[in-house]
């Protein structure tokens, strides 16, 4: 991180504000950057659900040390302020004492570190329009919002478009019989159909591989491997973080 870090504090001359849940794996992350941001001279202030910050008379936001907010990085899913805005929208909540999420993320005055597009590429039903953009390519699944004919004469997996660590997704081997399943909070969400695609079993574990660039010209980057024992990987199956070495 350190060749994507150099120059940074010099563009940052301002308080850095993270916006986390309680989910102890954010406080993790939050700490990690913070550590960061802290070894290049940027202050951070980690804040969970908006705790310790405070709307203004001249309607900005600061935290309770007097610091404005004017750079936030987040853990929150787009769609979870979204859902904020709407239930704000149905019911205003005077903009006094401390702000609500999407008061502070979707400010006028406050830059949001992750664009907002990525609710786009972060929501798996762009997995049915890549489908249907290029049907039948080898690095695709079968995808579709709705269990059509194709999907249903074989294993498939039902999965809301919104949601992570693998939580209320189903694995059927038939339209009536299912292999495996997940609970969690994002029943209620939309869901997409997806041909199921068998990993392969290493040491009784299925790994699934994570990987990513950097900027491009910095090419495979790092990657992680999580396994799991059951065909279902989740937020508490055990990770191993993994960084790309140049030893020429």
Partial sequence: YQRRVRGINQKVNHRVHFLIDTDPEEMYNALYLKKIL???????KISVRCEG?????????????????????KMFMWETIFAD?????????????????????????????EPMWRSISANKSILVVMWKMFPDHPYLLHSDWELNDYLSSR???????????GKNVVLYQSKDAIMAKTDGEFANRHTIYQEFFQVQKFDDYFPIVGSWFINKQYGFAGFGVREEKHLITVGESPFACCRVVDHS
Avoid: A, M
Avoid at 59 to 64: A, F, M, P, S, V
Avoid at 85 to 113: A, D, F, M, Y
Avoid at 158 to 164: A, D, I, L, Q
């Fill in 85 to 113: 805005r709407e239930s704000e929208l149905q019911k205003p909540t005077p903009k006094k004492g401390q702000p609500r999420l999407c008061h502070v993320t979707l400010h006028p005055n406050i830059r949001v570190i």
């Fill in 53 to 73: 910050l405070v709307w203004s008379d001249d309607g900005l936001i600061y935290d309770t040390e007097g610091f404005q907010v004017k750079l936030v990085w």
């Fill in 155 to 165: 294993p498939f997996v039902s999965k809301p478009v919104v949601g992570r660590c």
């Fill in 38 to 44: 802290n070894s290049i001279n940027i202050d951070v």
